[in-house]
């Protein structure tokens, strides 16, 4: 259930990533920054998988302005919160603190809800520009990251080096 989640929240920044480095791709084009050799480079792949012309793409830019310095906020303090509870899991010397431990992740599972609201506030934005087929690409390659996950899962440790 947890690699769900979290599937789902790297799904939805890789999103919002998308859109910045749709903008970086089209900007290093012209030579807004600098040789643009790696900008974007992301962004230009999801792009031509989607087929996104250039209206959505401008769309989709116009998206990602308005909730950039949101999302890079909760990013910052979910990163925050996750070194914090990292610091409480390090610290409890041959006993644990499951108060402080259960706390820490609080502050983390807090940043996350904030993060998965947004997330449906993007998607709610964006899913009406993208076509039915888009959006059919879009959820098979989510549905195939979650079978990888699940085949990871299920062979997690099965690899001969593993083994002894």
Same mark, same amino acid.
């Given at each position: 259930?947890? !690699?769900k ?70 990013l ?9 509870m ?16 259960r ?16 997330? !449906? ?44």
């Amino acid at each position: 259930m947890k !690699a769900k989640k979290y599937l789902a929240i790297g799904l939805a920044v890789l999103l919002m990533a998308g859109g910045v480095f749709v903008y970086e791709s089209q900007a290093a084009k012209t030579g807004a920054l600098g040789s643009g050799r790696f900008h974007g480079l992301i962004a230009q792949r999801i792009a031509e998988k989607l087929g996104l012309n250039e209206d959505q793409i401008a769309q989709i830019k116009k998206v990602r302005n308005e909730e950039k310095a949101y999302v890079l906020g909760r990013l910052s303090d979910l990163h925050k919160a996750r070194v914090e509870m990292r610091g409480v899991i390090q610290q409890s010397s041959g006993k644990v603190d499951e108060k402080a431990v259960r706390a820490a992740h609080a502050k983390v599972a807090a940043v996350e809800s904030d993060l998965a609201v947004e997330r !449906a506030k993007v998607y709610a934005k964006i899913s009406p520009i993208l076509t039915p087929e888009q959006l059919d690409k879009v959820k098979e390659f989510q549905n195939r990251k979650d079978e990888n996950v699940d085949w990871f899962l299920k062979n997690i440790g099965s690899h001969p080096a593993l083994n002894d």
